[in-house]
């Protein structure tokens, strides 16, 4: 089994940013995917931001390109989210996930195994 913990969620105004991360435990897996959904009062969730574990491969939601940037920290077997611009509709749960099968980049809740209790994002404007 496989433990993730989100951390660093708060209030933020907009305009500002936010580092999420997600610490990973339990069994441990040589390659996958790490990463990050959303989901706002009401709606559904969305797919933010993904990454290899091995090789650094990323790939971001249309929304957030250009503002959000995920990364590891393969030591701590940690995913990060620095969040910036931040938009009052960027206000969401925003949760981790992880993929076992790192063959490519998913982007839907169905191909990620496991997944975190989530952290709350609020952006006031």
């Known amino acids: 089994q496989v433990q993730l913990e989100e951390s660093g969620g708060g209030l933020v105004q907009a305009g500002g940013s936010l580092r999420l991360s997600c610490a990973a435990s339990?069994?441990?897996?040589?390659?996958?995917?790490m990463g990050w959904f959303r989901q706002a009062p009401g709606k559904e969730r969305e797919f933010v931001a993904a990454?290899?574990?091995?090789?650094?491969?990323?790939k971001y939601a249309d929304s957030v390109k250009g503002r959000f940037a995920i990364s590891t920290d393969n030591a701590k077997k940690t995913v990060t989210l620095q969040m910036g611009s931040l938009k009052p509709e960027d206000t969401a749960v925003y949760y981790c996930?992880?993929?076992?099968?790192?063959?490519?980049?998913?982007?839907?809740?169905?191909?990620?195994?496991?997944w975190g209790q989530g952290t709350q994002v609020t952006v006031s404007s």
């Open positions: 339990g069994r441990t897996f040589s390659s996958y995917i």
């Open positions: 990454i290899r574990w091995s090789g650094g491969s990323t």
């Open positions: 996930a992880l993929d076992l099968n790192f063959a490519y980049i998913g982007t839907t809740m169905a191909e990620f195994e496991y």
